[in-house]
């Protein structure tokens, strides 16, 4: 499996970015993609995950009703489309596959990508 994520940058507070993650090597019909992310001396955190077969989506609190994760099952891709973003958003952002109910749970992921950079200056 590999999961292949990008779009990561340096935009100034209130703007946007959009991370992709190409997932390949089997099928994920039944698991959860999304993010997580890790900022500087703190623990990765869950972001948001999408059901790839349902379609449900799932965010953590602190970016509710500015992030939006969505997945195109064509491009077996899944996007995070961040919006109104702040400087406590800056972080590495990875892109997770879980199987499972622990998608929310860094140690419930089972398999990781390579992270992308998120900076946000205020």
């Known amino acids: 499996v590999q999961l292949q994520a990008c779009g990561g940058g340096l935009v100034q507070a209130g703007g946007s970015l959009r991370l992709s993650c190409a997932a390949s090597?089997?099928?994920?019909?039944?698991?959860?993609l999304g993010w997580f992310r890790q900022a500087p001396g703190k623990e990765r955190e869950f972001v948001a995950a999408v059901h790839w077969g349902g379609g449900s989506t799932y965010y953590a609190d602190s970016v509710k009703g500015r992030f939006t994760v969505s997945n195109d099952n064509a491009k077996t891709t899944v996007y995070l489309q961040m919006n109104s973003l702040k400087p406590e958003d800056t972080a590495v952002y990875y892109c997770?596959?879980?199987?499972?109910?622990?998608?929310?749970?860094?140690?419930?992921?089972?398999?990781w990508g390579k992270g992308t950079q998120v900076t946000v200056s205020s």
């Open positions: 997770a596959a879980t199987w499972g109910p622990r998608y929310t749970d860094t140690n419930g992921v089972n398999y």
């Open positions: 090597g089997r099928t994920f019909s039944t698991w959860r």
